[in-house]
């Protein structure tokens, strides 16, 4: 049975959180290569914010969003990170290198891009994938946390080893 | 240039067709002959006449002196033309053979990719680059034996196969890595130059060998080959009998002259080569499977050519270069007619192919002349080169190599010449009537076959033209002969010789005529119905140590692989323990100085973690665990925080409480308190390793920081971090930037962790 509370925090998280989390973790990964942030961290947060909906919600807003697939996010995080790895042996010079570019946007001004950012992007995805993935594997078993202590206490009296 | 293009013409083609023309096989087959006639003209254009040989190089791993280098010298414009010419030949049969066969698209894909790596093989004008083709050979071999992928027969003989020449060619890298280091080639003309001898120049040579015999079915690693007959039959007329199984040949021919001197190099290729010819010969006569008396007949035909490549006079080279084309011809055209007889019957069975004769008169007659090509009778090509062997033979020193040779090749002659009067008796037989009921089990496939000219031109084509080859070039000799004098002359300086259809009376031809009459009276007498002879030997000594290692792997993962998570950590854990108390005994540093106590508060943090510590060890019900191990994390990343590691806290902070989360999920479908005790694992054992670990390490950490002798990488990737890699946070550089490899590793590890918890819980939930 589900409390209205949990409705109301469930529509909330829905329709607002990831939102802002996408935002805010993108925000944290492009910002990481000058200040405190990256890939890594950023893909955590998009993650912890994926689990604060499924730890609200039920378990099916996990598999319906708001990534239907993490196992081909998963093989795209790698291949980014693969291909900015090997691109460069393909311009001639060594693996990792990296490549700078400077562009000059009206009204914003100088924007650069550093050609690891893609990189780190390999890694916010894999990290968010991660996520996802672990979350789908354990939490999709069973309706739910309280249906699923019933299950789990019963199965400890009639299995506990000793 | 165009030799790579020609290559990789060839492999494109085997893509297309795997990837691309998967429902339009015979398109793809078709396109298949184009492009390997177009190879054999370009062969023929730039290599024959032209003075100077043309060679051509890609760089590929200039630090290790590794490029991809070809040549089309003399000998390599023969194997060329074999290669691609046979193949064509090969093709436009395969085109009738798998009509109706859903395999085909695979075959015809498999079989360009080979095409194109033995075309690579044959040109290679280094052992590098020849070890290249030859692996991949090796593994085209392997999926072509095992065609039939529902046949367990098939499927192991693919695996014996692919595991024999397999161990072989890595003992071959190992050759070569030894020749690259030792001399800074793996060129032949720059290591022929060079004068191999000494220990190193032995390991090699030996190595290269074990290579040679592996690839070339030669004793005691020749049981492969008959087993490879499991293939469909173009695969076994090209792969295993004109091409793939001369590679051996080839690396013989050309490394012979820089090794001949070295060790037991003559010796041993003379010794192997004759074993295995006269083992091959006695297994041909006594097979009942036509294909594989031919397998076996191959078997001993390279026992030869191995013999002719190992004693290495000037006549022997030119014998062998002839004799590799004369087999080449008359072995597809045999191999192909068995497979026509095959196609047709239903049989192979040689007390019953006779039952073929009068449906199909050409294409007996066909084999007819490629048997006695096989059998060295004049006029018939395989009559010239055996005879040239024999003079080879005969004008070596009477040292005891010598007559090895000459004996052992001279019995192997006669059982050859048996083997295949045998089998032309086979053929020829009329008291056999055609099983009926065989010819109608054999599908209505049939009655398209007689009905339709073009398959029956697309199957006997090849096979008559073989054997008209083979008796043109007989009859023509001379001329033959004399355009194989440059082929033989790039192996060896000093090659020379003829071919001639009528050599003249001389000890040669009386030898020859003796071993044609032993032989023929042998085969004439030898039953055509052996009882099936048991496994052969080398096989079942390669099963036996097969299973063998796959017992012994199966009982060391259970001793070491015990799936008791409390052994594992333990484990893991004193071996760590263990390698820092080594460095601590051995080096006795100081354990002070360096470090820089911090403040009040840290301390505080400090204990305040270490009391959470403590609670995860005696905390009873897990939930509890959890939360306390989650605990020791947060204090961890305020610590993080407060030594002014802004990135570490963050990720710290998140990656603890994903952890817990993750933890507590995973907790819902376990006992919800921990045991008393784990397994056999006494609490006092456990209890010793973490105090034990928990002591260990913060001794070694004090003792790395007080014995730093270098200054920290710190500075140096401050200053880096902005002009190199454009970015001001120097954590974030250092991992996708500097130490981006660790990263990459990282995410990884990371992806195959979380796949494997997908998969064990959906096992756990099953």
Not at chain 1, 130 to 154: D, F, K, N, P, Q
Not at chain 2, 493 to 521: F, M, Q
Not at chain 2, 610 to 617: I, K, R, S
Not at chain 2, 668 to 683: D, E, F, L, N
Request: hydrophobic letters at 55%.
């Amino acid at each position: 049975m589900k409390m209205r509370s949990s409705a109301i925090l469930s529509e909330l998280v829905d329709r607002w959180l990831t939102k802002v989390a996408t935002l805010i973790a993108v925000y944290v990964t492009f910002r990481g290569h000058n200040a405190p942030g990256g890939g890594f961290a950023g893909g955590l947060l998009l993650g912890a914010a994926f689990v604060l909906q499924f730890l609200a919600g039920d378990e099916p807003s996990i598999r319906r969003r708001p990534i239907r697939n993490p196992e081909m996010l998963l093989g795209v995080g790698l291949l980014a990170a693969f291909g900015t790895t090997l691109a460069p042996l393909i311009a001639g010079g060594s693996p990792l290198e990296s490549y700078i570019w400077k562009l000059d946007v009206p009204v914003i001004g100088e924007v650069k891009f550093v050609s690891s950012t893609l990189f780190d992007l390999g890694v916010f995805a894999v990290v968010v994938a991660v996520v996802l993935m672990i979350l789908r594997a354990l939490g999709t078993e069973g309706a739910g946390v309280s249906a699923h202590r019933g299950r789990a206490a019963s199965r400890d009296q009639g299995g506990a080893p000793r | 240039m165009m030799l790579f293009v020609a290559i990789f013409a060839q492999f494109a083609v085997g893509g297309l067709t795997l990837v691309g023309l998967r429902r339009r096989p015979a398109l793809a087959a078709a396109l298949g002959v184009v492009v390997l006639a177009c190879s054999a003209v370009l062969v023929a254009a730039r290599g024959i006449g032209g003075a100077e040989t043309s060679s051509y190089s890609v760089r590929w791993l200039p630090i290790l002196g590794f490029n991809l280098n070809v040549q089309l010298d003399g000998f390599a414009v023969v194997m060329a033309l074999l290669v691609s010419v046979l193949g064509a030949a090969v093709l436009v049969y395969s085109l009738a053979y798998f009509e109706h066969d859903g395999t085909y698209a695979r075959f015809v894909g498999l079989f360009m990719a080979f095409a194109g790596s033995m075309f690579g093989l044959v040109l290679a004008e280094d052992l590098f680059t020849m070890f290249v083709f030859w692996e991949l050979t090796s593994v085209w071999s392997f999926l072509l034996i095992g065609l039939n992928d529902k046949s367990t027969s098939a499927r192991q003989a693919a695996v014996r196969a692919l595991l024999t020449t397999g161990a072989g060619g890595l003992c071959l890298l190992a050759g070569v890595g030894i020749l690259q280091v030792q001399y800074g080639t793996t060129s032949f003309s720059e290591l022929l130059a060079a004068g191999p001898s000494g220990n190193f120049a032995h390991a090699a040579a030996i190595l290269l060998l074990l290579g040679a015999f592996t690839k070339s079915a030669q004793f005691p690693f020749h049981f492969w080959l008959p087993g490879a007959m499991a293939a469909p039959t173009p695969v076994s007329a090209y792969l295993h009998s004109a091409t793939m199984v001369k590679a051996g040949i080839v690396l013989l021919a050309r490394t012979s002259p820089i090794f001949a001197d070295v060790g037991v190099w003559r010796w041993w290729v003379v010794v192997a080569g004759v074993v295995t010819m006269v083992l091959g010969g006695w297994r041909a006569l006594r097979e009942v499977d036509a294909k594989l008396v031919l397998a076996y007949s191959t078997v001993s035909q390279l026992g030869l050519l191995t013999v002719l490549f190992g004693v290495g006079n000037r006549y022997a080279t030119y014998a062998g270069v002839a004799h590799i084309v004369a087999h080449a011809i008359f072995k597809v055209g045999l191999f192909l007619g068995v497979g026509v007889i095959d196609h047709e019957i239903g049989t192979r069975d040689v007390s019953k192919i006779g039952a073929a004769r009068r449906a199909m008169p050409t294409t007996t007659l066909a084999m007819v002349l490629s048997l006695l090509s096989m059998a060295g009778i004049i006029p018939l090509l395989g009559f010239a080169t055996k005879e040239k062997a024999l003079v080879a033979l005969l004008d070596l020193e009477r040292d005891a190599v010598g007559v090895v040779a000459l004996a052992g090749v001279v019995v192997g002659s006669v059982l050859s010449v048996a083997y295949s009067i045998r089998l032309l008796r086979a053929v020829l037989r009329s008291d056999v009537a055609p099983e009926r009921s065989q010819v109608a089990a054999h599908s209505s496939v049939d009655a398209d076959h007689h009905s339709s000219v073009a398959v029956r031109i697309a199957l006997s084509g090849p096979v008559v033209v073989a054997a008209a080859v083979s008796l043109a070039a007989g009859l023509t000799a001379a001329t033959v002969g004399s355009w194989l004098v440059a082929p033989s002359k790039s192996l060896d300086v000093n090659a020379v010789s003829k071919l001639a259809l009528w050599p003249g009376i001389n000890d040669a031809l009386i030898t020859s005529a003796i071993v044609i009459a032993v032989g023929a009276v042998i085969g004439w007498r030898a039953p055509l119905s052996q009882s099936a002879t048991s496994a052969a030997t080398g096989e079942r000594v390669f099963d036996g140590l097969y299973d063998t290692t796959m017992r012994l792997a199966k009982r060391i993962t259970a001793v070491t692989q015990s799936g008791s998570l409390p052994i594992y950590v333990g484990v893991t854990l004193l071996v760590a323990a263990g390698g820092l108390v080594a460095g601590l005994v051995i080096d006795a540093p100081r354990l002070t100085g360096g470090v820089s106590w911090g403040s009040p508060l840290e301390a505080l943090v400090s204990i305040v973690a270490m009391v959470l510590a403590v609670g995860v060890a005696v905390a009873r019900p897990r939930f509890a665990g959890a939360l306390f191990l989650g605990g020791v994390g947060y204090a961890i990343a305020v610590l993080f925080a407060m030594r002014g590691a802004p990135d570490l806290a963050t990720t710290q902070l998140l990656v603890e409480t994903l952890t817990i989360v993750v933890f507590l999920l995973a907790l819902r479908s376990m006992t919800q308190k921990t045991g008393t005790h784990v397994g056999w694992t006494p609490r006092v054992l456990r209890l010793g390793i973490a105090v034990g670990v928990g002591i260990v390490v913060p001794l070694f950490l004090l003792a790395a920081r007080a014995s730093r002798i270098r200054p920290s990488p710190a500075q140096e990737y401050f200053a880096r971090s902005l002009d190199e890699a454009g970015g001001r946070n120097v954590v974030n550089v250092i991992l996708v930037d500097f130490r981006g490899f660790d990263t990459m590793g990282e995410i990884v590890v990371l992806a195959v962790a979380a796949l494997g918890v997908v998969n064990l819980v959906r096992r756990a939930a099953r």
